[in-house]
């Protein structure tokens, strides 16, 4: 091999070194399996939100300005199998520079996350509770990359600005009924929209400086609830059981086909003879009762 084969093979090292270095996508919400949680953002990439991490996602094709394929989704350590999936938290939320705060209402655009083929619809109304599917975990670590888009509902372009998506990572065996990461803690999708150049890195910040009024699960929290109500309620939950994630609903079910769950901050159960879901309030009330 002379020289200028050499010096082409080294061109194309360069260029895949350079593809597989950008594959991570801006920015690479990164995670990992330790000490049997899920810890968020190990690559540091994120931006306080309050209390919680957010990952700002920013729209900037020139050709496609309401699309992001690029951010990534990556996990380290994740060593039972299973199927890594993302839990909406909350339904789309929009900041409003008028008003100082996160709306969660009065706006028609949306959030579509597409992963394979599979889309996920979330709205002011819809959207919440939703699990969608990341990646097959065949080895213990993973990445991969949706497509996320905001759109309006009559196909008109939508407005610039910041829309907001909390979510959770988590882990469920190939069934999907079973979990073998417990959720993470909740973290926010922040997607800067600047198309038309109506809403600058400056809006931005002052977004990111207000933390959202949203109702969030607490899944070690909602767990203790579940183990008092079983050492408490026998005759209700006979035994203990594993928590699931059915149709947006943390929930156990026991043996004799009664489910206890919680969904936007209230407490159901469901009887799986009847069909009969109820509400008994609001989980704030049971975590009083049971000193939580």
């Known amino acids: 091999m002379n020289k200028y084969s050499l010096s082409f093979v080294g061109m194309i090292l360069l260029f895949y070194s350079a593809m597989t270095a950008a594959h991570e996508g801006e920015p690479n919400m990164a995670f990992a399996w330790r000490d049997g949680q899920i810890e968020i953002d190990i ?9 919680h991490t957010a990952f700002v ?9 309401y699309f992001n394929g690029d951010s990534g989704f990556t996990g380290v350590n994740f060593d039972q199998g299973g199927i890594a999936s993302f839990h909406t938290e909350s339904t789309l939320l929009k900041w409003s520079e008028e ?25 002011t109304t ?5 699990l969608g599917y990341i990646a097959n975990l065949r080895s213990s670590s993973f990445e991969a990359h949706s497509v996320f888009r905001i759109q ?29 990461y417990k959720p993470s803690e909740p973290f926010a999708l922040i997607f800067h929209l600047n198309a038309q150049q ?14 959202p009024q949203v109702v969030l699960n607490d899944y070690d929290r909602m767990d203790a609830l579940f183990a008092w109500a079983e050492s408490q309620h026998s005759e209700l939950f006979p035994h203990a059981a594993a928590s699931r994630l059915i149709s947006g609903y943390y929930a156990r079910c026991y043996d004799n086909a ?24 609001p989980i704030e009330m049971f975590y009083d009762a049971a000193g939580l």
């Open 43 to 51: 690559q540091r990439q994120g931006r306080p939100l309050g209390d």
């Open 57 to 65: 996602i920013p729209f900037t094709d020139t050709f496609r300005p």
């Open 99 to 123: 008003q100082s705060q996160w709306l969660r209402e009065g706006f028609p655009e949306q959030l579509v996350i597409s992963r394979l083929g599979g889309d996920t619809l979330v709205t």
């Open 126 to 130: 819809e959207g919440n509770g939703s």
């Open 152 to 180: 309006k509902p009559d196909g008109t372009p939508p407005e610039d600005g910041a829309y907001l998506v909390f979510m959770t990572i988590l882990g469920v065996d190939d069934s999907g009924e079973h979990i073998l």
């Open 198 to 211: 109506n809403f600058t890195n400056q809006a931005l910040v002052q977004a990111l400086q207000t933390e």
């Open 258 to 281: 009664i489910c206890v769950g919680s969904k936007d901050g209230h407490i159901y159960t469901a009887d799986g003879i009847s069909g009969a879901l109820t509400e008994h309030g």
